[in-house]
């Protein structure tokens, strides 16, 4: 079957590091995507990989290794407005076009 | 350039009436994707239009249906409306890379 996988919550404190988790099984690969969904807003892109490493953005960095069907995304010094939930994305091959994880809401601690 | 634009932002309908929600892509997008976001079930693919076609279709009953006219504006149609449609509907038009530009969405009440 296709399915992403993401833990549900996670907590981390201000100027700290997090790094939130993705598996995902899906027929056939197009790529790995990250959106970032504040509270009552619309998800907006962060990142995107379809090749195996790292990919740094500034503060945000994702991870990819088709092998493991494994991503993470990596926030470093954590800001009180990086609160939000974090959704892990993939297109298939089949008809579904995307399929989302149910996203981790992160809580950024003073 | 203007981003993903929706209307109406908000909605309030009885069950069994039907509803119509528009979209309007980021200009030079021609592909237009809708999802469902509810908190049980987190964002659902529901079906995506490009040039005037539907390209793929998500797992929504026929109930769920839509459109997308030559600007690449796109419709979404809910018809005989039941409790649990009552959710965020979100369109997004798609990048270069597939990544998805989503708009404000649509916050429908089914009463």
């Known amino acids: 079957g296709q399915n992403i996988d993401q833990p549900t919550e996670m907590t981390a404190t201000e100027g700290a590091i997090v790094q939130i988790n993705c598996t995902y099984q899906?027929?056939?690969?197009?790529?790995l995507f990250w959106y970032q969904q504040h509270a009552g807003e619309a998800p907006t892109f962060l990142s995107y990989n379809v090749l195996d490493g790292l990919e740094e953005k500034g503060r945000f960095s994702s991870f990819l290794s088709r092998s493991k069907g494994y991503s993470y995304l990596l926030l470093k010094e954590l800001q009180m407005k990086d609160s939000a939930s974090y959704l892990c994305?993939?297109?298939?091959?089949?008809?579904?076009?995307?399929?989302f994880g149910t996203g981790t809401r992160l809580k950024v601690l003073a | 350039k203007a981003g993903v634009t929706q209307t109406p932002r908000y909605l309030i309908k009885t069950r069994g009436q039907q509803v119509t929600l528009s979209c309007s892509p980021i200009s030079g997008h021609r592909s237009v994707s809708w999802y469902q976001q509810t908190p049980g079930q987190g964002l659902q693919f529901l079906f995506e239009?490009?040039?005037?076609?539907?390209?793929n279709k998500g797992n929504f009953p026929g109930r769920f249906s839509g459109r997308q006219f030559s600007n690449s504006r796109s419709e979404m149609n809910v018809s005989t409306l039941e409790l649990g449609d009552s959710a965020l509907y979100l369109c997004a038009s798609q990048g270069v890379s597939d990544e998805q530009f989503f708009g404000p969405g649509t916050r429908l009440t089914v009463l």
């Open positions: 899906t027929s056939g690969f197009n790529g």
């Open positions: 994305a993939a297109p298939t091959s089949g008809t579904y076009k995307y399929i």
């Open positions: 239009y490009f040039s005037e076609t539907q390209r």
